[in-house]
């Protein structure tokens, strides 16, 4: 069982940063891959970046790519989102999710098997 908690959502203005961070309990962190996914109201949750086991590879949805990076410290058992360049379309609800050794649809939620209760960004225009 791992347990995650996302923290770092707020409120900033387009064209700000803020820094996710996604904390996991347990002993095991190091056997996850690692995504964070948005869900904005009224639309699907939808695939941000993900990270793998060692943090070697790295991928990330068009949409973000160049202005969001994914990282981890598996040290501290904690995954990192670096959002810079912020638009307002980027608003939503942010969540962290774990996938058991990872896998190759790492754009798929089914490939997760754990998943955090999310965390509130929004950018005002």
């Known amino acids: 069982q791992v347990q995650l908690v996302e923290s770092g959502g707020g409120l900033v203005q387009a064209g700000g940063s803020l820094r996710l961070s996604c904390a996991a309990s347990g002993r095991t962190f190091s056997r996850y891959a690692m995504g964070w996914f948005r869900q904005a109201p009224g639309k699907e949750r939808e695939f941000v970046a993900a990270i793998s086991l060692s943090g070697i590879s790295t991928f990330y949805a068009d949409s973000v790519k160049g202005r969001f990076t994914i990282s981890r410290d598996n040290a501290k058992n904690t995954v990192y989102l670096q959002m810079n360049s912020l638009k307002p379309e980027d608003t939503a609800v942010y969540f962290c999710?774990?996938?058991?050794?990872?896998?190759?649809?790492?754009?798929?939620?089914?490939?997760?098997?754990?998943w955090g209760q999310g965390t509130q960004v929004t950018v005002s225009s």
């Open positions: 999710a774990a996938d058991f050794e990872g896998s190759r649809f790492v754009e798929s939620l089914r490939s997760y098997d754990y």
